[in-house]
């Protein structure tokens, strides 16, 4: 039974979210939200806005001869898309060589047949590297960190052999006042975004008193099973020995492809999933996936100025590519 004195203690605790909440939301209120109807117009309007004209002018100025390769340039981004694409299916020769064997036929993305193999045979992947302070240097510091990471499994000896193709996002997280949230739709996000917070604390890479955050990870395909991530993998994906809320067994996110879908459309999707220009929060702390949250100018300047520092010549060092066994 629950003492009085318990309740009371939880109570207070309740009170004290909603306080830190409500000042938090105060701040954001007093500050200026992006404006404009897309994407690109707002990161301009946010760059030139926190005095990063230089960078507004290199996307504005953007040309065949002198591409920005900014996420948010409507000419780089479809490149950036097609590049992590390419990738994606420079990874599926051995799988080509399978379905060849099998059936006879050559591989051919618009064929029935090699559209249902692959849709079976491939999964989409995520995994979750940290949370950083917006700070260049430190996301350039769990990008190799992750690399690390895979450099080791590759160490090992397994009878498991596989492939993982695609690409690193940052992903602007307001992650004090999703964690001061008290609605029940926001339960399973905080539970997981504490989690990666305490660990990336541990790491150096982020500091409680800011607001915003940036969440490093990454999506791609692998042609591995979830039995084959489990064993080959183990619990490099855990983080304090822990595997993440709502994740696999593998400390990843595993999804099979959508079968009611030809695989060509599916590789589109997902080939693009990591690549989303965005300028509203999608970890939102209202409390829905709804993208109501707009970011504050500064943010979103912050947010395109870290991914022009971050990510290498033609996106090289946002680029995840790892053969196993």
């Known amino acids: 039974m629950v003492s009085q004195f318990e309740k009371m203690k939880a109570q207070r605790g309740e009170i004290s979210k909603k306080l830190v909440g409500t000042m938090a939301r105060a701040a954001r209120n007093s500050s200026p939200i992006v404006e404009g109807y897309h994407a690109n117009p707002r990161a301009l309007d946010a760059l030139v806005s926190t005095e990063c004209s230089d960078l507004a002018k290199k996307i504005q100025d953007c040309s065949h001869g002198a591409r920005c390769q900014s996420p948010y340039c409507r000419r780089c981004r479809p490149m950036f898309v097609n590049t992590v694409r390419n990738q994606m299916l420079k990874n599926l020769k051995s799988d080509d060589a399978v379905f060849e064997a099998q059936t006879g036929k050559t591989a051919n993305i618009e064929d029935t047949n090699y559209s249902n193999f692959m849709n079976n045979k491939l999964v989409h992947v995520s995994g979750y590297v940290g949370l950083f302070s917006i700070n260049a240097g430190l996301v350039k510091s769990g990008i190799k960190c992750d690399r690390h990471r895979w450099k080791k499994i590759k160490e090992r000896k397994t009878n498991r052999p596989f492939w993982i193709a695609g690409n690193y996002e940052l992903e602007l997280v307001n992650f004090k006042l999703l964690l001061h949230t008290t609605n029940e739709d926001n339960a399973k996000k905080q539970k997981q975004?504490?989690?990666?917070?305490?660990?990336?604390?541990?790491?150096?890479?982020?500091?409680?008193?800011?607001?915003?955050?940036?969440?490093?990870?990454?999506?791609?395909?692998?042609?591995?099973?979830?039995?084959?991530?489990?064993?080959?993998?183990?619990?490099?994906?855990?983080?304090?020995?822990?595997?993440?809320?709502?994740?696999?067994?593998?400390?990843?996110?595993?999804?099979?492809?959508?079968?009611?879908?030809?695989?060509?459309k599916n590789l589109d999707k997902i080939s693009s999933y990591g690549i989303k220009n965005a300028t509203r929060y999608k970890h939102s702390f209202i409390g829905s996936d709804a993208g109501d949250e707009l970011m504050l100018k500064q943010e979103l300047s912050d947010l395109v100025s870290t991914y022009d520092e971050v990510q290498g010549r033609n996106w090289r060092s946002l680029m995840l590519s790892h053969t196993i066994g």
């Not at 099973?225 to 822990?242: A, H």
């Open 193 to 264: 975004i504490r989690q990666i917070y305490d660990y990336s604390k541990q790491q150096g890479w982020i500091v409680w008193h800011e607001d915003a955050a940036l969440l490093l990870h990454w999506h791609g395909i692998s042609n591995a099973s979830k039995d084959t991530l489990t064993e080959v993998i183990g619990s490099d994906y855990y983080m304090d020995g822990t595997k993440l809320y709502n994740m696999h067994e593998s400390g990843l996110f595993v999804q099979k492809f959508h079968l009611d879908k030809p695989f060509k």
